[in-house]
């Protein structure tokens, strides 16, 4: 079973990260404020990004990863820039 890891951006701007098995049935329901408390205050939404993965395990571990990740680096990420992931893991690492 195909999965996905999704991202996106909210009318405030802010980002939002999840997985699905069905990525159109998950921004239909995100766009008519059904899908989460955290959008649904937030709408409209758009898609910045997804990855398809093989399983659900796949797209849920990407998820808690993506999650956790600062703001500069899910925008490198959107952008397609994944030489500067590495970059931006260790600027985190060392301002800490």
């Given at each position: 079973m195909n999965a996905w890891l999704y991202i996106?951006?909210?009318?405030d701007g802010s980002y939002y990260t999840?997985?699905?098995?069905?990525?159109?049935?998950r921004?239909?329901?995100?766009?008519?404020?059904?899908?989460?408390v955290?959008?649904?205050g937030r709408l409209?939404?758009?898609?910045?990004?997804?990855?398809?993965?093989?399983?659900?395990?796949?797209?849920?571990?990407?998820?808690?990863?993506?999650?956790?990740?600062?703001r500069a680096k899910k925008e490198a990420l959107i952008r397609g820039e994944f030489g500067r992931l590495v970059a931006l893991s260790r600027a985190h690492e060392s301002a800490e």
């Open positions: 996106l951006k909210c009318a999840g997985s699905t098995t069905d990525l159109s049935l921004l239909a329901r995100h766009g008519s404020g059904e899908a989460s955290y959008t649904s409209p939404v758009e898609l910045v990004y997804c990855e398809e993965f093989d399983s659900v395990q796949e797209a849920f571990l990407r998820e808690r990863q993506v999650k956790g990740w600062r």
